[in-house]
């Protein structure tokens, strides 16, 4: 093989390889829309700016999965500071009060490694702000959007 072709055979396989990577994009953004399509349907909190930061916080894998199974994100102001983040198993619903500083963060955090492990457990569970658990905690329970 001469220098040129050498040159194009290599400049083909980086085309080759952005236009896989382009064509892999669309693809998140379809799974980060249908999560915040999701929570419009069942979040009564759910609006553009509250939801989205904290679905887009979440890796695309692990929303994946968090989808797969069909569970909800839903921001939730009623959630204190104290405790910004619950898991409700029985729902399959991650809340989140996206008015407490650090939980879009505590949630991306929790949320990823729920999904990692595809151990989501079937009672509530409740964190703090510093990530560790509320036992014991006290936190409205999850009302899903009333569909007629």
């Known amino acids: 093989m001469n220098r ?4 194009f055979a290599t400049c ?3 085309a080759l ?3 896989s990577v382009a064509q892999a994009a669309p693809g998140d953004r379809q799974v980060y829309d249908e999560a915040i399509a999701r929570a419009s349907r069942v979040c009564p909190d759910h609006s553009p700016e509250r939801t989205g930061p904290g679905i887009r916080s979440i890796p695309v894998a692990a929303l994946r999965v968090i989808e797969q199974r069909n569970y909800t994100l839903c921001p ?3 959630l204190d500071s104290q405790t910004p983040v619950v898991w409700y198993g ?4 991650f809340a989140w009060n996206p008015g407490a500083r650090g939980a879009v963060k505590l949630l991306a955090g929790k949320a990823a490694a729920y999904a990692k492990d595809k151990s989501f457990p079937s009672q509530t569970v ?3 702000p510093n990530g560790k658990l509320a036992e014991g905690a006290l936190v409205p329970a999850f009302r899903g959007r009333l569909v007629r």
């Open 17 to 19: 390889a952005a236009a």
């Open 76 to 78: 939730d102001r009623r």
């Open 126 to 128: 409740v964190w703090k």
């Open 12 to 14: 083909f396989g980086w």
């Open 4 to 7: 040129q072709a050498q040159i």
């Open 90 to 93: 029985r729902e399959g619903v």
